[in-house]
């Protein structure tokens, strides 16, 4: 798979979409808060920006975490 960048438009239509899908607002795909539901949202936007070809580290900072915490989410999933 080759690594690219993602536009944040193209990012932020992502959140939006799953958090519709999970019936949550932007913001708490966004926020610090570790509900169950709100880790598994946010798995699922890791997952289709991975899909689109996004590194970790841009996953990162479109999500404002750490890389490894992509990385950890991914792999536990």
């Known amino acids: 798979m080759r690594l690219r ?3 944040t438009a193209r990012a932020a239509e992502i959140v939006a979409d799953v958090a519709n899908l999970f ?3 932007d913001a708490d795909v966004l926020s610090d808060c570790r509900r169950r539901d709100l880790i598994v949202a946010r798995r699922e936007v890791y997952r289709q920006l991975r899909a ?6 841009t996953i990162g900072r479109l999500m404002q975490r750490d890389h490894s915490t992509i990385m950890h989410a991914l792999k536990a999933a």
Do not use: F, R
Not at 52 to 57: D, V
């Open 52 to 57: 689109l070809g996004a590194s970790y580290p």
């Open 23 to 25: 019936g949550i607002s």
């Open 5 to 7: 960048s993602i536009p």
